[in-house]
């Protein structure tokens, strides 16, 4: 009860900011409010006007049903999302990797590791990109949405893909997993790397 009056007040007060001010923030603090009264099409409105401001037709359906413990409706949405050509495809890659790392470290917590190696394998594809470049800076509202790292996307996603690798006992395929992904790196993330590897106890 202490939780939904918390989500009303969280309401409440991002309706009144928007009221005096249309803003990016102020869709975001009410969609992450709709999102936690199970709203979830008025969620998805607030987080497709807030995404107006740095992303275009970037549309947030996907991430709002996710939010809303709706992921196989959440994928289904990602799927139609990369097969429009109007969807700016770097960020639209960057919510399929991030949505697939959460998959994932669900599957890898319930010991579900054959699922959590698909999972992590997926984010790895598509957040390639990321290895040696930066994110383009519009997709930095999903950090401000979502709290998402994009930054570290590329090596958490690889990270966990080989945590996910070992403990399925496949350490031949870890192995692989860590070489792509030193060679596909720039020299500051083969370092970061490298230096995590050795912390494994294998």
Same mark, same amino acid.
């Given at each position: 009860?202490?939780?939904?009056?918390?989500?009303?007040? !969280?309401?409440?007060?991002?309706?009144?900011?928007?009221?005096?001010?249309?803003?990016?923030? +102020?869709?975001?603090?009410?969609?992450? /409010?709709?999102?936690?009264?199970?709203?979830? %099409?008025? &969620?998805?409105?607030?987080?497709?006007? !807030?995404?107006?401001?740095?992303?275009?037709?970037?549309?947030?359906?996907?991430? &709002?049903? #996710?939010? /809303?413990?709706?992921?196989?409706?959440?994928?289904?949405?990602?799927?139609?999302?990369?097969?429009?050509?109007?969807?700016?495809?770097? /960020?639209?890659?960057? @919510?399929?990797?991030?949505?697939? @790392?959460?998959?994932?470290?669900?599957?890898?917590? +319930?010991? *579900?590791? &054959? %699922?959590?190696?698909?999972? #992590?394998?997926? &984010?790895?594809?598509?957040?390639? #990109?990321? !290895?040696?470049? $930066?994110?383009? $800076?519009?997709? %930095? @509202? #999903?950090?401000?949405?979502?709290?998402?790292?994009?930054?570290?996307?590329?090596?958490?996603?690889?990270?966990?893909?080989?945590?996910?690798?070992?403990?399925?006992?496949?350490? +031949?395929?870890?192995?692989?997993?860590? *070489?792509?992904?030193?060679?596909?790196?720039? %020299?500051?993330?083969?370092?970061?790397?490298?230096?995590?590897?050795?912390?494994?106890?294998?």
């Amino acid at each position: 009860m202490a939780r939904q009056l918390d989500w009303d007040n !969280a309401l409440q007060d991002a309706t009144k900011s928007l009221a005096i001010r249309t803003s990016l923030s +102020g869709y975001i603090a009410k969609g992450i /409010a709709l999102c936690g009264k199970q709203l979830v %099409e008025d &969620a998805r409105t607030a987080f497709d006007l !807030a995404f107006t401001f740095t992303l275009g037709n970037m549309d947030a359906t996907a991430i &709002a049903l #996710f939010n /809303a413990n709706r992921h196989k409706e959440s994928m289904l949405r990602i799927d139609q999302l990369a097969a429009d050509p109007s969807v700016d495809p770097l /960020a639209c890659s960057i @919510v399929i990797a991030s949505l697939q @790392v959460q998959l994932g470290t669900i599957a890898f917590n +319930g010991a *579900r590791h &054959a %699922e959590a190696i698909g999972h #992590f394998a997926t &984010a790895v594809k598509a957040s390639t #990109f990321l !290895a040696k470049s $930066a994110a383009p $800076a519009a997709c %930095e @509202v #999903f950090t401000l949405l979502f709290g998402w790292d994009i930054d570290t996307l590329w090596q958490t996603s690889n990270k966990k893909l080989i945590l996910a690798l070992l403990g399925a006992g496949k350490l +031949g395929e870890a192995f692989e997993s860590y *070489r792509f992904a030193m060679n596909a790196s720039n %020299e500051a993330t083969k370092a970061n790397l490298h230096s995590w590897v050795l912390t494994l106890s294998l």
